[in-house]
Every structure is written in C-alpha cells, then in structure tokens.
C-alpha cells in the first residue's frame, strides 16, 4: 500500500511563489513517474507536470512551463513542485499520485495507481 500527503497549499497575490510537497510512504520502490494535477470545481482535472523516478526526465503542460518546477528528494521520498509567477488561473486544488507507467502516459490521469487528498492553492489578483 501507498500513501501520499500533500502540502504547502495557501492564499497568496499574484506574483508570489508556493511550494507544494508530496510526500510518499508505503512500497513505492516499483513506481516510475509522480505526477502533479491539478482540478477546479466542474473542471476536469489536469496534468501539471510528472517526474521520473531519477529525476533525469520532467515533463510540464505549457500553461506552467517556465514557472514551475518539479523536483524530488528520493533520500525523503518527497516530490516538491515550486511555484513562480502565480496567476489566479493557477488556483485549484493540487494532487500529486504516482504511476507505474511509463513517461508516455505521464499526462493522463488514468495512468497513475495511487493519490493524495489534495491541498488548495488561491492565487488572488
């Protein structure tokens, strides 16, 4: 069994940085990729960005390329994903979740076996 605990979420203006951490426990040692998405309220969730297990593979949806960065800590089983720039189009609950699939399917939900619960993110204008 996985577990994974997000945080770092808040309220911030516009402008500002966020940190988001994903911390994992359980058997997490199969696991190849761990992914960040993203949903609103009536929304689809969507694909932010996705890590591989080494760290020498980043993948990130154009709406936060060159303002976000994801990074992991293997040493703390912990993926962090720094926020720059924040808009309020940014504003949505963040999940991280890990899958056992390759980085092709990286930016499909469906591809991802386990899921944490979420922490909100608002960005004010």
């Known amino acids: 069994q996985v577990q994974l605990v997000e945080s770092g979420g808040g309220f911030v203006q516009a402008g500002d940085s966020l940190r988001l951490s994903c911390a994992a426990s359980?058997?997490?040692?199969?696991?190849?990729?761990t992914g960040w998405f993203r949903q609103v309220p009536g929304k689809e969730r969507e694909f932010v960005a996705a890590?591989?297990?080494?760290?020498?593979?980043?993948i990130y949806a154009d709406s936060v390329k060159g303002r976000f960065t994801i990074s992991r800590d293997n040493a703390k089983n912990t993926v962090y994903l720094q926020m720059n720039s924040l808009k309020p189009d940014d504003t949505a609950v963040y999940f991280c979740a890990i899958s056992p699939r390759g980085y092709g399917q990286a930016q499909a939900q469906e591809a991802y076996d386990y899921w944490g619960q979420g922490t909100q993110v608002t960005v004010s204008s």
């Open positions: 890590v591989s297990r080494t760290a020498d593979v980043t």
């Open positions: 359980g058997r997490t040692f199969s696991y190849v990729v």
